[in-house]
């Protein structure tokens, strides 16, 4: 049976780290149709809204949608309702995609390309889970306002307790999978989301009790995160939290442009689960069609796609275990070069294919 993708490129580097992710998802499995649409600021440009009707639809009439970057420079200061942005905001809520799985991992050969001292990284292989559909970034009001002439704006962090518990629940049935070890990141101390957090996770542990709990403040998570990063295993926590710990902890690998992400939802069943993949990078439009992007975390996403929507463990493996060999062998991208010899976009893909 034909599987059908969703592959929306978007801004940025997002179409040439899309190609070359679609390149190697068509060698392992050339029978995945990909069919591509407009997303974002290449939506807006063609005055079209960030997510048109016919992106809408490809997407619900697909197995899973492999998503590149959105964003660029001229939105900057726009409201939301008129940035690219939009788009991932609108595809989250919407379809319902409330677990954005993020693994982190450094690859053998690149722990001398993390900011931190190579003994501290070595063999990193940690996942945040982060929520993805609650909190600050969707609660309502949500306004810019003027009252008794001044101005002012409002954000709503709420949380409710089912959505708590069934981002819980993912964050423990990884956990229970690899070493056993979850953290739970809040700011109980100031915020009653957090503390409802708290509870309910605390709640969702009785059902685990071979896994390992811990609770953190978010500002100490930040911290440890940079101090002992090898102890974590699954993070767990919300929205906001997890966007911010999400891009610390990438970049503990040397490059943010090697880091995946999943977003899943409650469509489908395990393994043939509708997802969102992209690269937890954004658009970064000062790179933009170079050919010097990294491919890493396209070619991965779509890895994670194979695994969790397409029920294809077996080419999820070959296509990490082809990357690993790459950076085994030396192969690096621009902003990992230090001196070695650089591979463009297409080439690092490449190199990848031709170890599938
Ligand atoms: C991410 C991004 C998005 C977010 C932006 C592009 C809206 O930073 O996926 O982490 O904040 O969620
Ligand atoms: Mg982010």
């Known amino acids: 049976m034909s599987e059908t993708i969703a592959l929306l490129p978007g801004d940025g580097v997002g179409p040439e780290v899309m190609r070359a992710a679609a390149g190697v ?16 600021g290449a939506a807006l440009e063609r005055g079209l809204p960030a997510l048109p009707d016919a992106t809408r639809a490809l997407c619900e009439r697909s197995a899973a949608i492999l998503f590149g970057s959105v964003g660029l420079p001229q939105y900057e200061g726009k409201p939301l309702e008129r940035r690219p942005e939009l788009a991932l905001f609108l595809l989250r809520r919407d379809f ?41 970034y969707y609660g309502k009001p949500k306004e810019q306002r003027t009252v008794e002439g001044v101005d002012e704006a409002v954000d709503t962090m709420i949380y409710r307790a089912p959505e708590v518990e069934r981002i819980a629940r993912i964050g423990f049935e990884l956990a229970r999978g690899r070493r056993k070890r979850l953290t739970s990141v809040d700011k109980q101390n100031i915020l009653e989301t957090s503390r409802l957090w708290r509870r309910v996770v ?22 440890q995160l940079v101090r002992r990063p090898g102890d974590f295993d699954v993070i767990v926590t919300e929205n906001m939290f997890g966007d911010i710990l999400s891009d610390e902890a990438a970049i503990l690998t040397g490059s943010i442009g090697t880091l995946p992400s999943a977003s899943l939802g409650a469509r489908g069943r395990p393994g ?5 993949y992209e690269p937890v990078a954004g658009s970064a439009p000062d790179i933009a069609g170079k050919g010097i992007a990294n491919p890493t975390a396209a070619i991965l996403s779509a890895a994670m796609l194979l695994r969790y929507s397409l029920d294809d463990e077996a080419s999820a493996a070959r296509i990490e275990r082809a990357v690993e060999g790459v950076y085994r062998d030396g192969g ?8 070695a010899k650089v591979l463009s976009t297409k080439a690092f893909a490449g190199e990848v294919a031709a170890r599938l």
């Open 272 to 276: 043939r689960q509708f997802g969102l």
């Open 25 to 40: 998802l068509a060698r392992v499995r050339p029978d995945v149709t990909c069919e591509e649409a407009l997303v974002g």
């Open 332 to 339: 690096r991208t621009a902003e990992l070069a230090r001196g």
């Open 96 to 136: 319902e995609l409330f677990a954005n799985i993020r693994p982190v991992r450094v690859f053998p050969g690149l722990e001398d390309a993390s900011s931190l001292r190579p003994e501290l990284v070595t063999g990193l292989d940690l996942i945040v889970v982060r929520e993805l559909t609650g909190g600050i």
């Open 202 to 223: 605390d709640d969702v542990a009785r059902d685990y009790p071979e896994v390992a709990l811990e609770h953190l403040l978010v500002d100490n998570a930040a911290m």
